[in-house]
């Protein structure tokens, strides 16, 4: 099992990791104008596939893994996302006002992907690199377009993220031999309604990552956006690495001792992402954001002690769902996109910084942090992940020690990051990683 995480974080890493370099590829040749009209676009479609996915796909995939019928709750699930995609184009109408809504129009495209099934199978390495083609091949396509032709970079990018959403789809069906395309009903829309506190709670966890960018766009400039994607974008991300995990063990989910593990490796990530931002400022944002950002440094902070705070207690993103804690979980989860939004709006109105953004982020993530916490655990749970993030923080004395003695540098960065890391996997090893492996 252990081999399996290993190679699913080879290649949604590496996915992951030529997003971001691509991304400040494009953002140094491109326009702000360009990549900001690019976010947007791709806060618009992860938005789409949230909202067709709602709560039902996450019913959906206890079900698929679960279930020995699972191709029928299949059917079923893809119905009613085809259903509510038709619906969704009649959006695209608002395209008077804001161009980028045409973009609905590919909603049916986005309901056909069904690979969420994939995971619920246990075919996690190929979901995997289903994914990071949908990566790849896009920013590709742009680095090619804004280095030869970048007055067509934004419809390049667009219209090669359709063509591989097509192709791994065509693909996805062929692999779980099941139809391509599954015939509307408008009965089938009561999914929805039935797994409503689930849907929410999807878009909930949408908000804090490309989410936010739509509500940043009513307060900041294009060029001010531009960062602002690029950070949540790298957010999104670490995010997404720590849904590997999860995804890997989500028949294991229940189990305390599991979701302990997760989250002590969770929390080494949280804190390595931290200390990247506080020890080697300048080289952590000039190698995956760029040169012109370097004077941000306050944007990334707030950006990883967000990340740090989610990392704490991620398990229960996963477990509480599947002991159907939804109710109580929705609550929580809408009380703290409520926070954020509302201390973005009120601090917009004192300071026009981008770093408000990422301070309204971490205020929502602290929100719900506490909140689950007290919700969901005992004291004793608490504190063993306390207690583990206080003892890992040590560790970050070596970058620091090396930063000292070395100066910052690319070199001394990763090397320092990679004893810390190898220093904290040898002394917990048998308090996380073992766990996970009796689990086989």
């Keep these: 099992m252990i081999k399996k995480i290993a190679l699913l974080f080879i290649i949604t890493g590496a996915g992951h990791g030529f997003s971001i370099l691509a991304l400040k590829f494009i953002a140094e040749r491109g326009s702000a104008t360009q990549v900001a009209d690019i976010g947007e676009v791709e806060s618009l479609i992860q938005f789409m596939i949230g909202l067709i996915g709602f709560g039902m796909q996450t019913d959906a995939i206890r079900n698929i893994a679960l279930d020995h019928d699972w191709k029928k709750k299949l059917?079923?699930?893809?119905?009613?996302?085809?259903?509510l995609s038709i619906v969704l184009i009649f959006l695209s109408l608002f395209s008077y006002s804001n161009g980028m809504y045409l973009c609905f129009l590919i909603a049916p495209l986005l309901a056909s992907n069904c690979d969420y099934a994939l995971?619920?199978?246990?075919f996690s390495i190929t979901g995997s690199v289903v994914a990071f083609s949908r990566v790849f091949v896009p920013l590709i396509v742009g680095i090619l377009f804004v280095y030869y032709w970048p007055e067509y970079i934004f419809i390049s990018y667009l219209t090669s993220t359709v063509i591989i959403y097509l192709i791994t789809t065509i693909f996805i069906s062929l692999y779980l031999k099941i139809p391509l395309i599954n015939a509307p009903a408008l009965d089938s829309l009561k999914l929805y309604w039935q797994t409503l506190p689930l849907g929410i709670i999807t878009l909930c966890y949408f908000f804090f990552?490309?989410?936010?960018?739509?509500f940043a766009q009513l307060f900041f400039s294009k060029e001010e956006l531009v960062l602002s994607f690029l950070g949540l974008k790298f957010y999104l991300i670490y995010r997404g690495a720590l849904r590997v995990m999860l995804q890997a063990f989500i028949s294991r989910m229940t189990d305390s001792k599991v979701c302990l593990s997760i989250d002590q490796?969770?929390?080494i990530m949280g804190l390595s992402f931290l200390g990247s931002v506080a020890i080697f400022p300048d080289t952590f944002i000039s190698f995956f954001f760029g040169d012109q950002y370097k004077e941000q440094q306050s944007f990334f902070i707030f950006l990883a002690l967000s990340a740090?705070?989610?990392?704490?207690?991620?398990?229960?993103?996963?477990s509480a769902l599947l002991e159907r804690k939804d109710l109580i979980f929705m609550k929580i989860a809408i009380a703290a996109v409520c926070v954020s939004i509302v201390l973005l709006v009120v601090m917009n109105q004192f300071s026009k910084e981008i770093d408000v953004i990422t301070i309204s982020l971490l205020a929502g993530e602290v929100f719900f942090t506490l909140a689950i916490s007290l919700a969901f655990f005992n004291w004793s749970a608490i504190k063993s992940r306390i207690s583990f993030l206080l003892v890992c923080s040590l560790a970050l004395g070596i970058p620091f020690a090396?930063?000292?003695i070395f100066n910052e540098s690319l070199v001394t960065y990763l090397i320092s990051f990679a004893v810390m890391g190898l220093l904290i996997l040898s002394l917990s090893y048998k308090k996380f990683v073992l766990p996970l492996q009796t689990m086989n």
């Design 119 to 122: 995971y619920a199978r246990g």
């Design 402 to 404: 090396a930063r000292i």
């Design 308 to 318: 740090l705070v989610f990392s704490i207690c991620v398990s229960l993103w996963t």
């Design 75 to 83: 059917k079923s699930s893809q119905t009613a996302r085809i259903t």
């Design 265 to 267: 490796i969770s929390i």
């Design 209 to 214: 990552g490309l989410g936010l960018q739509l």
